[in-house]
């Protein structure tokens, strides 16, 4: 939710255990294939080195956080984005270099750049997700399943009058999760195509009731068919939720925790 101005309670999860098995030695991605990773953030055990992997734009970005928590998990996070994407490619991680889109999407560069290798990185608290495949389009979000005291005013802001209306009639017990299902499933559609958040919430509708799969009901004009995409709903950790968005349907989607063991490098 980080692109709305709003003040998010704390995330009430304390502790945190990743729930997906470890990945096998070797990662390759087989056609209509994504791999979702997830890393805890606050396990890292040399700062330094990870710094160390970053570029000049990266510290200097790392450097404008005002808390060491989230500088630290920046600093981790990017060395670690750069650790399995070399770990795909064959590179050093530090050797890795990236391009901006418009809008601020990352992707591969130099002598990556025709690697076909897509990718999306997301996180919340500890939790960090990174999402990869091959020649199409990927976007990832992840969420603490937290109490939002104005959830639903943000839901008749931000989506669309079915969403605001179905959202009305669920007992209190099932916004917070109702709303983070819609939440993560726009966020990463959003972030697969590029579009900013904030213009293009309310012409993304989701399914995201408890009992109904995660699906996309309809769509900006200007992008591809809704026969084209992919929506899947995550669960790397206790307490959070999470969605993916791929542009190729049928898509196999595998699920990995990065271990502590195999820690940046």
Known sequence: MRDCAIVEPACPVTGTELLWLQPPASLNLRPAEAHVLA??????????????????DEKARAARFHFD?????????????????????????AKITFKYSVSGKPA????????????NLAHSENVALLAI?????IGVDVECIRDLPDAGDLVCRFFSPRET??????????????????WTRKEALLKATGEGIARSLRSVEVSF????PARLLSLPAG??????WSLHELHPAPGFTAALAVASFPIHVRTFSWPPELNVC
Do not use: M
């Not at 959202?167 to 917070?176: D, G, I, T, V």
């Not at 992008?223 to 084209?228: D, E, Q, R, S, V």
């Open 133 to 137: 495949t091959a020649e199409t389009e």
């Open 223 to 228: 992008t591809l068919p809704l026969n084209h």
């Open 39 to 56: 890393f805890l953030l606050d396990e890292i055990r040399d700062l330094d080195h990870a710094r160390s992997l970053l570029s000049r």
């Open 209 to 212: 009731l408890a009992h109904e």
């Open 69 to 93: 928590l989230h500088r630290n998990r920046f600093i981790t996070g990017r060395a670690w984005l750069r650790t399995v994407l070399g770990n795909y490619l064959g590179l050093k991680p």
């Open 165 to 182: 209306a179905l959202f009305r009639e669920l007992p209190s017990n099932q916004k917070s999760t109702a709303f983070f299902n819609l």
């Open 108 to 119: 591969l560069a130099d002598v990556a750049v025709h690697s076909g290798l897509k990718f």
